[in-house]
């Protein structure tokens, strides 16, 4: 009866400490979620500016915008090989 008594208390011990463990986690996870989610309200902000601006800008001055964006980067990448 002690040995059974010793593992049934060693089991209630590593139980709650499962328990712990995983309320610290879904805590952990609440607040992750809260993150994505305001910066998601950020991003989509931006995003909504970004598609005024395209919007008012003519398509030419975008194009030569986007391409020039894109010269850069390929400049960039060949002086990093």
């Known amino acids: 009866m002690g040995g059974l008594q010793d593992r049934v208390s060693l089991l209630k ?3 709650s400490d499962i328990h712990e463990e995983v309320d610290s986690h879904n805590r952990m996870l609440d607040r ?3 993150d994505m989610d305001s ?3 950020v991003l ?3 995003m909504d ?3 005024m601006v395209f919007e008012k800008k003519s398509s030419r001055r975008t194009f030569s915008l986007i391409a020039s964006f894109v010269v850069l ?3 960039t990448y060949f ?3």
């Open 32 to 34: 992750m979620g809260n």
């Open 49 to 51: 500016k970004f598609k």
């Open 13 to 15: 011990r590593i139980s």
């Open 79 to 81: 002086f990093m090989l």
């Open 73 to 75: 980067f390929l400049i």
């Open 39 to 41: 910066s998601r309200g």
């Open 44 to 46: 989509s902000g931006t």
